[in-house]
């Protein structure tokens, strides 16, 4: 079997070649057109005249069924694509406030939850475990159910599980709310991007893409945003006889993408693509209709398209056989992945991604808390005389303002420290989610456009990207411990933060150079959970060593950046395979 078919996997890996054929036939259509045009202008000056060409070509074979991307680039792009985007938007926004929110209320809800280093480094990591874990099972779901279904589903399960995390004082418990959101981050709402792009014809579908994701990522910057205003803040409310403190505000007003995005959802049409895919001809061409009609403003029976192709294979229900056959071809686009020729290409994607997501979420996450233990340093209890305390030496609890009443305490372990909430230190996270999301941005944008192969000055490649951006991490990572202040630290830190993101996206566009259109959509899929796998253990391995020899966390993220810098010198050259190998 073809392994073309795992393109079905989700709508960022429909099939390339099927759309560049779409796009070449009306390439020449419009050729043509302009042939007729002109050649009927000529014999008009000549005093004869052709009937109706022009028309008469654009409605060639117009009365025959087409097929989606032929219908698709009809609809054109305008209000419709908008109004559909602003709606999906909260939904999207959701993933981001579900796995960035807990690293914004590790300091405030320390004694209420019982945190110590290496429950905090879990709480982080859970819900990308949750996403880890079930990735492949949303592959076999969206095939029967629609999108629009799943979002309304997932929204509704989100919404109440983070309402409920704010009234909960057992970390456990919260622990257990946090991996089944992750389930869901995981499954329906990263489903976003491909819903909207079935929305789009081939010729809007990259730059879309490109804009959407920008706009998607600027919600990492909002949960900051809200802790630098609400934490900080003595707030102390009762609701139903519990008592709401500020972190557990922060929740709250964090549950309210998912609220929103539940509005919204209940609104969304379904995928055209998802209709015909089902049987429904009839509503996929009224969905045609209405988006041609409010992207160009013409009246619906102006609509070129009469008919759509009937699917031969119809899946309307479930069935064991075809989720077999899916897993099947799953399966064995998989062992080709891993074996020759593309295991170089692709083991090289993978490990790097792996270390960059680990590098970008670890620090990502981290920075908050570590510079709000750094805000409570105690000065009066550094002694030595000549040089500043080091990162890790700040980072000590027992040099913690909040620390002095149980120094002498058998227990001080064991001992919750009520920390004062600097607001400065959420105000910095938000500059460097800004920076990090902003030069993520414009890097890719160079990365994906035809403008760095026109560079001739700076000659920037994918490779010499990689390289710098790993070298900085790197030394930034060795350097943060020795600083000798928090700004020079924080600085570190946000470079750490913005250049591993920068790998991270140019091993997303590398993918596309490389492996083969008909494997690229299960190639994304496991380095996407390669990256789940960096984040998560990268949390809790951080976590742990943050909380047994500090020092060690930073030199070890160091010496983990050399070999992913040492990696991108064997950067692969793109796969050439033959049809035959993936037959």
């Known amino acids: ?68 991307e032929r219908a698709i680039s009809f609809t054109g792009y305008g209000l419709f694509n908008v109004l559909l985007f602003m709606a999906a938007l909260p939904i999207a926004w959701t993933g981001a406030f579900d796995t960035t929110s807990p690293a914004f209320l590790l300091a405030s809800a320390e004694c209420d939850l019982q945190l110590t280093f290496f429950r905090k480094g879990v709480l982080i990591a859970i819900p990308f475990i949750a996403m880890l874990a079930t990735a492949s099972l949303w592959d076999y779901v969206t095939i029967y159910v629609g999108r629009r279904t799943l979002f309304v589903l997932g929204l509704l399960a989100d919404s109440i599980l983070n309402i409920l995390s704010t009234a909960v004082d057992s970390y456990h418990v919260f622990l257990l709310i946090k991996f089944i959101s992750g389930v869901i981050v995981g499954g329906p709402l990263s489903m976003v991007m491909g819903y909207l792009t079935e929305f789009h014809s081939a010729t809007y579908k990259a730059r879309f893409a490109a804009w959407s994701g920008f706009l998607f990522s600027m919600a990492t910057i909002v949960p900051a945003a809200l802790g630098f205003t609400i934490l900080p803040l003595d707030w102390e409310v009762d609701v139903f006889g519990k008592s709401y403190n500020s972190w557990r505000i922060y929740l709250l007003l964090c549950s309210i993408p998912p609220v929103l995005g539940l509005v919204t959802a209940s609104m969304l049409p379904e995928s055209p693509k998802h209709l015909m895919e089902i049987g429904r001809q009839d509503d996929a061409l009224k969905l045609f209709r209405r988006m041609y009609t409010m992207n160009t403003r013409k009246p619906a029976d102006t609509f070129s398209i009469k008919a759509l192709v009937v699917q031969k294979a119809q899946l309307p229900r479930p069935t064991l056989k075809a989720s077999l056959e899916k897993m099947r071809i799953d399966l064995y686009n998989t062992k080709l992945l891993f074996s020759a ?146 700004p020079y630290m924080l600085t570190l830190a946000a470079a750490v933060i913005v250049t591993s993101r920068i790998a991270s996206n140019v091993v997303n566009a590398v993918n596309a150079d490389i492996i083969p259109i008909p494997l690229r959509a299960t190639s994304m899929s496991i380095i996407t959970s390669s990256g789940n796998l960096g984040v998560a253990l990268g949390n809790v391995i951080f976590s742990a060593l943050l909380d047994l020899e500090c020092l060690a966390a930073f030199l070890g993220l160091g010496c983990f950046f050399i070999i992913c810098l040492l990696v991108t010198f064997l950067f692969p050259k793109p796969v050439r395979a033959s049809p035959q190998n993936l037959a």
């Open 341 to 486: 020729p593309y295991l170089p290409a692709f083991s090289f994607l993978t490990f790097l991604q792996f270390g960059s997501m680990l590098g970008f979420n670890t620090m990502r996450l981290w920075v908050p808390h570590m510079f709000m233990i750094l805000s409570n340093y105690d000065y009066e209890h550094w002694k030595p005389v000549g040089r500043a305390p080091t990162m890790c030496e700040m980072l000590d609890r027992h040099a913690a303002k909040p620390g002095r009443p149980y120094l002498n305490c058998t227990n001080f372990d064991d001992a919750c420290f009520e920390w004062s909430i600097n607001p400065v230190v959420y105000q910095n996270s938000t500059i460097i989610a800004s920076s990090a999301v902003l030069f993520s941005f414009l890097i890719g944008f160079i990365m994906t456009t035809r403008l760095r192969k026109k560079m001739i000055l700076c000659k920037l490649t994918d490779a010499t990207v990689a390289v710098a951006a790993f070298l900085i991490s790197l030394a930034s990572s060795f350097g943060i411990n020795w600083a000798q202040a928090p």
């Open 1 to 68: 079997m073809y392994a073309l078919r795992s393109g079905n996997r989700d709508a960022q890996a429909e099939p390339e070649a099927r759309s560049l054929l779409s796009v070449e036939i009306e390439w020449h259509s419009r050729v043509l057109v302009n042939w007729v045009r002109h050649t009927s202008a000529a014999l008009a000056k000549m005093g004869q005249r052709l009937p109706n060409t022009e028309s008469n070509i654009r409605n060639v074979n117009v009365d025959e069924p087409a097929d989606y």
